[in-house]
């Protein structure tokens, strides 16, 4: 709980007329309670009406100690991280350094008639309140955890604690980050005017990530004088080295100026007691820039030359910061530890032997908890079955792991199934690989779209793959399908150009467009034995795709299905409907199989859908159209 909430129990035990102001430290609020009941004390001057007063005021503060620490212990120590807040808050909290703080305030700001006695006192009274003053300031920052904020009826509590050092500059100090990037030192070299002659210039000049701030600085101050003199001709590769430099210097100037303005915003919002989800929208912003790779190598050496730059490069609010906290110097000499934005954990489990997570908040239909950096909603609601989904995933915490998701999470005495994925879960990541539990049901939206996985296999759990789920994943070679049906297979493993084969269901409800479209290495698909229909796009671009069994059920082919594909023979004998230019580009395609009932408007109609197919052009000799021996119509 915040203080303020402390002095609110306080100014209501003692009947003051308005309660301390929010945020208030309890500390202050002891020292203006004081100073209020002191004018009251001083207006009756009498010493008997003093000591009455002081007397009451003792029985008051003691009820408010025992009323607060008798709550808040119980509260705190339901965690056993958080213990030490709890005990801090409880039983250790001294009552009567508090009374005796409360006295001395009373005292000394009431007690005009009896200046004598209010001397003896001062030097006692001092080293009472020094104590307490410790007390409440280890108080005050274990109340900046998980349960800062949170009273009766309360939901508002941040999950987060907040560094209120600039802890958070250093904080991606402790992952892993490319040994090169950041710290090369170099003296930028005039480059030649002759653009040929640049080439080779550009060839020796160091990856642009590699230079530390002075050095890339500096490179952008000497070509954009070149620019600005004309001595760099536009469109040359010197033109193209100063486009690069200058985008990294003002995106280094850029990744402070964020880093500073979602850390003041969290501090703004942590003030506010705003809702939950709004403050821990922002904390997963400032975690991914902190973890990400352009702002580790940003301060991997002085950031200085970034803020010497003319211009708004770096912001007001952004050197105010450091100004107030220091660190224009080299950030990685620094002996700071990475920061953790939840120090105050409560653990769970999950069906994975040895995997742990925490719970980072906790409502009434469940909790959300983190896992290895994947965060998991558990859904408790009465009447309806417990269950949980991925949801959200920290960067930095998966780059370049094996993945495990679990079959279930153990929270509260219960088990919680996983058995979804939200969409764009690890979208963008730098994941290893990842084992799928076999209780999950539904995969979202480019939940591993442009990761780096090499492999996967879906379990027979699996009814729904929705969207671009592996879309750009140019590494992955093989995939497995643990099932035989499927509801919804819409996944596009679009672009995915290691893939060589896929054996899809056999039974699927519904399947998608752009399927395998840009899947330049596909060389085998076993489509689904029951489909009606092949999607625009399916196989657009497949061009080592020369073989390939089109199920008898199918009847429509959508547009550009087999556009630039690689096919050799097709036998589409069953198909009535053809969308538009299903098979233009088949450069190799040499022989079809088609219904005879296509035969009467073939030239007007159907032939259309075979543009740009050399080896099936159709002739026209001695006044009638010669049909090529690739085109067999059959009943």
Not at 38 to 47: D, F, I, P, T
Not at 82 to 90: H, I
Not at 213 to 240: F, K, M, R, W
Not at 604 to 629: G, S
Request: glycine letters at 8%; proline letters at 5%.
């Amino acid at each position: 709980m915040k203080i303020c909430r402390f002095l609110t129990i306080g100014a209501a035990a003692l009947m003051l007329c308005a309660p301390c102001a929010s945020g208030q430290s309890f500390k202050d609020g002891l020292k203006q309670l004081g100073k209020r009941l002191g004018k009251q004390v001083e207006q009756k001057v009498e010493q008997k009406v003093v000591e009455e007063a002081t007397k009451q005021v003792e029985k008051q503060v003691d009820k408010a100690f025992d009323s607060m620490t008798g709550k808040q212990s119980v509260k705190k120590t339901e965690k056993p991280s958080e213990r030490s807040a709890g005990n801090n808050a409880g039983e250790s909290a001294d009552k009567t350094a508090g009374k005796n703080a409360g006295n001395a305030a009373v005292k000394s700001a009431g007690n005009t008639a009896e200046k004598k006695r209010t001397e003896k006192q001062t030097s006692k009274s001092t080293a009472v309140k020094s104590a307490r003053d410790r007390q409440l300031e280890q108080q005050y920052e274990a109340m900046l955890g998980p349960d800062a904020g949170k009273d009766d009826g309360d939901s508002t509590t941040p999950g987060v604690r907040l560094p209120k050092e600039h802890t958070a500059l250093f904080a991606p100090l402790g992952y892993p980050v490319d040994a090169s990037w950041g710290v090369q030192s170099i003296k930028p070299v005039l480059p030649p005017t002759a653009a040929a002659k640049q080439v080779d210039w550009v060839d020796k000049m160091p990856y642009i990530y590699n230079l530390d701030n002075q050095s890339a600085v500096e490179e952008y101050l000497l070509l954009l004088q070149c620019e600005e003199d004309g001595y760099i001709e536009p469109l040359t590769p010197a033109d193209h080295r100063y486009d690069n430099i200058r985008g990294e210097v003002f995106a280094r100037a850029g990744e402070l100026n964020a880093m500073v303005e979602h850390y003041n915003e969290l501090l703004e919002e942590y003030d506010s007691g705003d809702p939950q989800w709004v403050i821990a929208g922002i904390e997963n912003k400032l975690a991914a820039l902190l973890g990400g790779e352009l702002y580790k190598r940003t301060i991997r050496s002085s950031i200085a030359p970034l803020f010497n730059l003319k211009g708004n490069v770096i912001t007001e609010e952004t050197r105010a910061y450091f100004a107030a906290h220091g660190g224009y110097e080299n950030a990685i000499n620094e002996n700071l530890t990475v920061w953790d934005p939840q120090p105050d954990k409560k653990g769970i489990t999950t069906s994975v032997p040895g995997q742990t997570g925490f719970v980072v908040d906790e409502v009434q239909a469940g909790a959300t908890v983190d896992v290895d950096g994947v965060q998991y909603v558990l859904h408790n609601q009465s009447g309806r079955s417990c269950w949980a989904f991925a949801s959200e995933v920290a960067a930095t915490a998966v780059a370049g792991k094996d993945m495990v998701i679990p079959d279930y999470i153990y929270y509260n005495g219960r088990e919680f199934p996983v058995q979804s994925m939200r969409g764009g879960l690890f979208n963008g990541t730098t994941i290893k690989s990842v084992k799928l539990p076999n209780t999950l049901t539904e995969i979202s939206n480019a939940v591993f779209r442009g990761t780096p996985i090499t492999e996967i296999v879906i379990p027979a759990s699996v009814k729904k793959l929705q969207g671009s789920v592996f879309q750009d994943c140019t590494k992955l070679a093989k995939v497995t399908f643990e099932g035989d049906y499927m509801e919804e297979f819409s996944g596009s493993f679009r672009n995915c150009t290691s893939l060589k084969s896929v054996v899809c269901p056999r039974r699927v409800d519904m399947i998608s467009y752009d399927m395998f479209s840009g899947c330049s290495n596909l060389t085998e698909v076993v489509l689904p034995e029951n489909i009606k229909e092949i999607p625009s796009g399916t196989f657009e671009g497949c061009r080592k795709l020369a073989k390939i069994d089109v199920p008898a059920t199918v009847t429509k082919i959508g547009m550009s299905a087999f556009g630039n594909c690689g096919v050799t023979e097709l036998d589409l004998r069953n198909v009535t409907e053809f969308e538009g230019f299903c098979f233009t580009g088949c450069k190799a395609l040499k022989k079809v199989i088609l219904s005879s009932k296509l035969k009467d408007d073939f030239l007007t109609e159907t032939y259309t859908e075979f543009m740009d197919c050399p080896l099936l052009q159709v002739k026209y000799e001695n006044n009638q159209y010669i049909y090529p021996a690739g085109f067999v119509f059959v009943p």
